[in-house]
Structures are given as structure tokens and as C-alpha cells.
């Protein structure tokens, strides 16, 4: 199994940055794909971004150009840069991990609460 816990997250003000990061442990070989997905009030989850262990990267169209996301496989940490932060971006956001063979997220962390307001 994998443990996955975030860090980051709070309130903010349009326009500002946020950071997010989130680090994994257990049975970490098993992890190809980390991801940030995001849920607001009454929306279903939706991913924001995600990037493999080789660090191809995947973006939601609404966030490219403003949400970076990276990861240090040594440190088995996974982070997202949110740049020019917007009301919309309110949302509990998750940390997510997948394995190779897996089509959908099969770890999650516990949710981080960012809020865009002024």
C-alpha cells in the first residue's frame, strides 16, 4: 500500500501563489504516475495535473500556464506550483498515485483545502 500525505494549501488572494506538496511512502516502487486532482463544492473530483515517474507531465486545460507540477523521486515527493491563483482555483485539492498498470488514482491522500479570495 501507499501513504500519501500533502502539505501546503491555505488561503490566498487572486492573483497570488501557492504551493503543494505531498510526499509518499509504503510500497512507493509501485507508483508510476503522481498526481493533484481537485474537488469543489457540489463538482466531482477532477484532475489537475499529473506527472509520470520519467516526468511527463499532463495538465487540465484550465490550469496550464499557471500550475506547474514536478516531482523528486528521491524524495518520493510530488509538488504543484499554482501561480496567478483564481476564485475558480477554490477547491480541496488531493494528492494521487497510480501504478502501471492502473487507468485511475488507486492512493489518495487526505485533502488540502485552497481558497482564492480576497
Known amino acids: 500500500q501507499v501513504q500519501l500525505v500533502e502539505s501546503g494549501g491555505g488561503l490566498v488572494q487572486p492573483g497570488g501563489s501557492l504551493g503543494l506538496s505531498c510526499a509518499a511512502s509504503?510500497?512507493?516502487?509501485?507508483?508510476?504516475?503522481m498526481g493533484w486532482y481537485r474537488q469543489a463544492a457540489g463538482k466531482q473530483r477532477a484532475l489537475v495535473a499529473d506527472?509520470?515517474?520519467?516526468?511527463?507531465?499532463n495538465y487540465a486545460d484550465s490550469v496550464k500556464g499557471r500550475f506547474t507540477i514536478s516531482r523528486d523521486n528521491s524524495k518520493n515527493t510530488v509538488y504543484l506550483q499554482m501561480n496567478s491563483l483564481k476564485p475558480e482555483d477554490t477547491a480541496v485539492y488531493y494528492c494521487?498515485?497510480?501504478?502501471?498498470?492502473?487507468?485511475?488514482?488507486?492512493?489518495w491522500g487526505q485533502g488540502t483545502q485552497v481558497t482564492v479570495s480576497e
Open positions: 509504503g510500497s512507493i516502487f509501485s507508483i508510476y504516475v
Open positions: 506527472i509520470t515517474r520519467g516526468g511527463i507531465t
Open positions: 494521487s498515485a497510480r501504478g502501471l498498470g492502473n487507468s485511475a488514482p488507486n492512493s
